[in-house]
């Protein structure tokens, strides 16, 4: 198997409304696209893989411009032209180029992932295997996943970005409607209007419904206190990221003086990263994001490290992802057994993008329900809308 050749763009995916949080309110998403071509060197055919990452500054330090072109001058020259002598081989690769470049302890995720995804989607496909099936035959081996997919399902929660509370009100009732048993509120801004909003969601969605809370970094620890205790009649299962990033010592403190499950997410894009999170007890979660850490490989094993921490784990959606990452995140959902992820964010492409980059939608189904299907197509399962007029080539 040979890579015949690797095509680096920077992707520019438009809002149909505003997206908000603490850290960042956006009408529109930079990606990396990758499209990786590799060639059966026996049979002749020539495969196209589809990777995409969405790099944000206040994650993983990474902008979109430095991580497409550490793919376009760093990873693709390694194997352009390079021939690899079987699937071990490459995965062995791209294992051992993950460690060789630090990734273990630098937060480069954004950047690696789009090139692994196309990897991996180009592999998956030469192999005749839809994702789902091919991390489960030869990427992950713990008995957190499956050894096939074929009875799989999953149930997605729900993300409610800041919205003025008339309009908060009509998505939580669609949401609850739309078949979310989960749903993630974000907080971190006015206090009054936090508690507002997490009591109207109470409200709407009933006591049955999963109440999570996401911070992104807005609080300190006096704060984070008080607020827990405010919110609390409310029920909320967890808060994410209540703290800043590199405040690990405080998000422990906090862990220990609050009943409610601590998740990160800003403060998780590494191995190492998550070492000191287990190390220090300062959470209860993992937010795993694939494109923050580096890709399914790297999810996988930060999946396993937790559960074997006895730490919960989430697998999240990025905003303003396209259907590339999007079937990344249901295919190593449906590959993973029915207890590995506490919660799967689902991605709302279709009501969010004007936009999309895959022919296949991958918005959360009404219901909620994803269950396993047997590929029309392999690999990841998508396939490319002629958008040439979103692509710029490096």
Known sequence: MQVSAVHVSIVNLPFRFAFGHALASRRFSENVFVELHLRDEVSGLTV?????????????????????QYVREVLAPLVVGRSFLDVASIL???????????????????????FELAFLDALARLLKLGMAQFICCRLAASSLFRTDPKDAFFRYGG??????????????????????????????????????KVKLARQVLGSQTILRLDANCAWSLARAERMMEVLRPYRPASIEQPL???????????????????????????????????ETK??????????????????????????????????GAQVGESGILASAQKHLALAACPET???????????LLRRDLTRECQTVPFGAVVSFKPEQQFGLGVSLKDSRQLRTEL
Do not use: W
């Not at 992820?341 to 009501?351: I, K, P, R, S, Y």
């Open 244 to 278: 800043p990033a590199d405040a690990v010592h405080d998000l422990a403190i906090l862990q220990s003086r609050i009943k409610e499950t601590i998740i990160v997410d800003e403060s998780l894009t590494t191995l190492d990263s998550a070492n000191r999170l287990i």
């Open 92 to 114: 062995d690769f791209l294992k051992g180029l993950f460690v060789e470049k630090g990734l273990d302890s630098k937060s480069l995720g954004a950047s690696f992932c789009a």
């Open 282 to 315: 300062a959470c209860r979660g993992f937010n795993i994001r694939i494109s923050k850490v580096g890709g399914i490989m790297a999810a996988v094993r930060l999946t396993e490290l937790a559960l074997s921490n006895k730490i919960e784990a989430h697998l």
């Open 159 to 196: 993300v409610v970005p800041f919205g003025k509370k008339q309009t908060l009100a009509a998505l939580l009732a669609s949401y609850k409607l739309y078949g979310f048993k989960t749903v993630k509120i974000k907080v971190g801004g006015d206090d009054e209007d936090d508690l507002a």
């Open 48 to 68: 196209v893989g589809l990777g995409e990452s969405v790099p944000r500054l206040y994650v993983t330090g990474e902008n979109v411009q430095e991580a497409a």
């Open 341 to 351: 992820f506490t919660n799967v964010e689902g991605a709302m492409n279709l009501f």
